[in-house]
């Protein structure tokens, strides 16, 4: 079994989304908070690893590899079941799109160094800084309760990457008092998720710091 380390911090979505895909395939981690807030993945040990000094990174037997989408990928190849992606293109296609809706589409424009630019460098104010995250929020929503099918979850009647990545979003909209109600698949399949043990266990929550 290859050793696996995850660089992260226990409020990133990308990492949550990391975090839900390990634990769905039952694999054993060491888990190593960076925290965003101190800086520390803007220092020189960490950017040696990762040039980027983004999290998360999944060191694997000293190999390390970000960008949450190429480790879920990586994880789904190299740990096939359970089955996040699927193998079939159009099925494949579909859960891909999901997925990207929240990680290429709202994620991004909501993630922290974006907030501290709008905030620092253009001098937003908090109430327009939240009105910015509600927009995109929203704006991806509705378009993913569109394509949220009938299954219990966005993957179906199992959950998939779609739903890896739905989660940690949905945590970000309640933190930032975003409304629901115009979603309730949405909401229906993150409750689905969370009555699983390994989406509560990659909770904020679950693995903040003491």
């Known amino acids: 079994m290859a050793s696996l380390i995850l660089h992260d911090y226990f409020r990133s979505s990308a990492s949550f989304r990391v975090r839900i895909a390990l634990n769905l395939k039952g694999l054993a981690y060491e888990r190593v908070e960076v925290s965003l807030i101190a800086g520390e993945q803007r220092s020189d040990a960490y950017l040696e690893q990762n040039a980027q000094g983004f999290v998360p990174m999944l060191v694997v037997d000293g190999e390390p590899m970000i960008q949450s989408m190429a480790i ?12 996040l992606i699927p193998d079939d293109a159009m099925p494949r296609a579909v859960a891909l799109a999901q997925a990207q809706v929240v990680a290429s589409d709202i994620h991004p424009l909501n993630n922290l160094r974006v907030l501290k630019y709008l905030t620092k460098d253009l001098g937003l104010n908090e109430q327009t800084k939240d009105r910015w995250i509600a927009t995109w929020i929203a704006q991806g929503f509705e378009a993913l309760e569109a394509m949220a099918g009938d299954g219990r979850y966005l993957g179906g009647e199992t959950p998939g990457i779609a739903d890896c990545c739905l989660v940690p979003q ?26 699983l043990d390994a989406f509560r266990n990659a909770h904020p929550d679950a693995v903040k710091p003491a």
Do not use: G, K, Q, T
Request: charged share 35%.
């Open 170 to 195: 949905m945590y970000n909209a309640r933190r930032f008092e975003v409304p629901l109600d115009d979603y309730p698949r949405l909401v229906a399949i993150d409750a689905a998720c969370m009555e």
């Open 72 to 83: 879920i990928d990586w994880l789904d190849r190299s740990h096939p079941e359970p089955r």
